[in-house]
């Protein structure tokens, strides 16, 4: 089918003006246009940016947006436009829809192709007992029915198994942007800049990075802070002196100068599926700093690049902060090396190939 202008539905959840999935799905739905593929986005919530419908729109993608106030007020409302978003689409045929996120209308959107369209479903999230236990029965019908079954790191893989039961569960990586960003070493006189973009709430270890910009031993690294202001805001910052909250970005312009400001990204979470945030620090060359959460110790190839830590010892992430610090002022991060990894195992060219297999139906 890959000499063919095959025809892609591609249903998301919602699309917020930032957030991983939100990239994904435009970076998915660009690649696929530029290869050939006819593609439909529909979206159950949108509050799009301008300037990414216009670059969706000119790369020929197809938008079915709920944009409407009314519509988007409730979940029932959402349910209801994405029924007749389907039945204004059921003129059209379809060779493969892909679909993501949790609830009522994924699965809505894969029991109506269920049958008579390949429907691919994506569950790009974290799993733990907590969360399964939650799964709307409707939800866990259509990840157990759907053709093929995606998620995003080998950790989550193995959980999806036991959980459903099913074994052809496949991995994918979601797209991420590469960024081009010139390394800097501090002088001696200058801080090293440890930071975080992304969503402000509790379970991405904020309340971590408070406390180690507090910290007298870590005098010599400035935190800057990236995020719309969910659980926290801008004023909860203020009683940190070392800590600069710079408001919050939605474009390519705005994560290229966090990325620039950035000698290392710190992610503390208590949970995570596979970060876009590490694979685009990762594309820019920059060192990080996480939690073994999810499958984010897949994306640690070098120890002195990529360090996983445990929150159960304040200490342990104290003195590997020190350590990464004193290996950026050295000149010892290996840039190249990380860019490396990117290209190799999560840049578009590899990527492309896989998604294209799974649309495809090589896998």
Known sequence: MSGKAQSVLVYSAQMEPIGGIESHVRELCLRLA???KRVTLLCSRSRMEPGTRQMLQRAGVALVLN??????ASPSRKWLWTLGALAQLSVRKFDVVYTNGQGRNPATVERWFRGRTRVIHHHHMSIDADEVRHWPPAYRDSMRTADVLVVTADFIRKRMQAALGRQDVEVAYCFSRKLQTTARVPDAKSPVVFGYFGRLIQGKGINWIQRLSADPRLAGVRWKLWGSEAHYKGSDFAAFGNIDYEGSFTDETGLRAALAALDCFVLL????GLPLSLMEVMGAGKPWIATAAGGIPELAHDPNSCVLVGLEDYERVVQVCLAMEARIRAGQIDHAAQQAFYET???????LVRWLALLEGQR
């Open 34 to 36: 530029e290869a050939g």
């Open 67 to 72: 944009e409407t106030q009314w519509f988007s």
């Open 269 to 272: 979470s208590a949970t995570e």
């Open 345 to 351: 195992r999560l840049g578009e060219r590899a990527l």
